[in-house]
């Protein structure tokens, strides 16, 4: 079951027969309804979600005793992953966003270092602001807390951009350091970006003893999960002007009307946009046509959530 035609996907395994469900219709919050889950659900043994859309996973599932596999369309899975039942193998979709999130972290960190921000709200009021001296990336120290795949692709795009990148991530390897470190690591950063998977261990990573290792006029970015970041914490550093923010994602979300990140200094908000691309699509569709291909041939999956996350 899948929220693809079998026509937009590359070779099928002849074996198995496909269904299409892309989540039904929506209630008033955005949240995937049960009205229109297929007939033959109870048949189903590969299941891949839809993007970006809220199911009651915990619903259908029992309605599917013969489930073995579930594909997300996401590389986090932090908000699924419990919902997983013994016996049901959870894959996300690692590698599939890694352009498009490297993309936007290197539009974030140019967008608040140049701070593009001020204007495009000058152009709003037809100022022609001033000269003063703005913020380079050139030279400049990028710590990337979560070395993973994606990662890998943001220090790909920063190449150009003359900088030095430290790499963290949860154990040490060759040429990247352990999180253990940070508290060496973050005096010496101008850039910090967020790309660490959400984890009992990194919910509120960044809180008020991290942002106070972080020398004046850093900034930092999120491109991973909203809680990752003390909100409060981060509230009152950028109430400060001491440091600044760019954030994809934040906690709460979607941001309700009328909250203080709306209008805290030295931020600037993207609305968790990271991997919706044009991009996304294809690579999605690569992806399944050969999970389908390895399920159907008994060949190991790609992606399976049970690594030590980085």
């Not at 400049?140 to 692709?153: D, F, T």
Request: proline share 9%; net charge negative.
């Amino acid at each position: 079951m899948m929220p693809f035609r079998p026509d937009e996907l590359g070779p099928l395994p002849t074996t198995y027969s496909f269904t299409r469900y892309d989540g039904g219709a929506r209630d008033a919050a955005g949240a995937g309804t049960l009205d229109q889950v297929p007939d033959d659900i109870e048949d189903v043994e590969l299941w891949v979600l839809p993007y970006g859309l809220a199911l009651p996973i915990d619903r259908i599932v029992p309605r599917m005793p013969r489930l073995r596999v579930i594909q997300a369309q996401s590389a986090g899975t932090d908000g699924i992953a419990h919902l997983i039942p013994d016996g049901v193998t959870l894959c996300n979709a690692r590698g599939v966003h890694d352009s498009a999130t490297a993309e936007l972290g290197v539009g974030l960190i140019i967008a608040s270092m140049r701070r593009i921000p001020d204007f495009v709200r000058a152009q709003d009021r037809g100022e022609w602001l001033p000269f003063r001296q703005y913020g380079a990336l050139a030279d400049k120290r990028v710590l990337i807390v979560g070395y993973g795949s994606i990662g890998e692709a943001l220090e790909r795009r920063l190449e150009g951009f003359e900088v030095d990148v430290v790499r963290v991530a949860r154990r040490a390897r060759e040429g990247v350091h352990p999180i253990t470190d940070l508290p060496d690591l973050l005096p010496d950063a101008d850039v910090v970006v967020m790309l660490t998977p959400l984890t009992d261990a990194t919910r509120h990573l960044v809180g008020p003893e991290f942002l106070a290792a972080m020398k004046d006029d850093t900034l930092l970015v999120n491109l991973a999960r909203g809680p990752i970041v003390d909100t409060e914490a981060l509230l009152a550093e950028l109430g400060t002007g001491r440091l600044r923010a760019a954030l994809d994602v934040t906690d709460p979300e979607p941001l309700p009307d009328g909250h203080p990140l709306w209008s805290a200094p030295g931020l600037l908000i993207s609305p968790h946009v990271a991997g919706g691309t044009s991009a996304m699509r294809p690579r999605v569709l690569r992806l399944v046509t050969e999970q389908l291909r390895r399920f159907a041939s008994g060949e190991p999956l790609l992606n399976r959530v049970d690594a030590s996350p980085t």
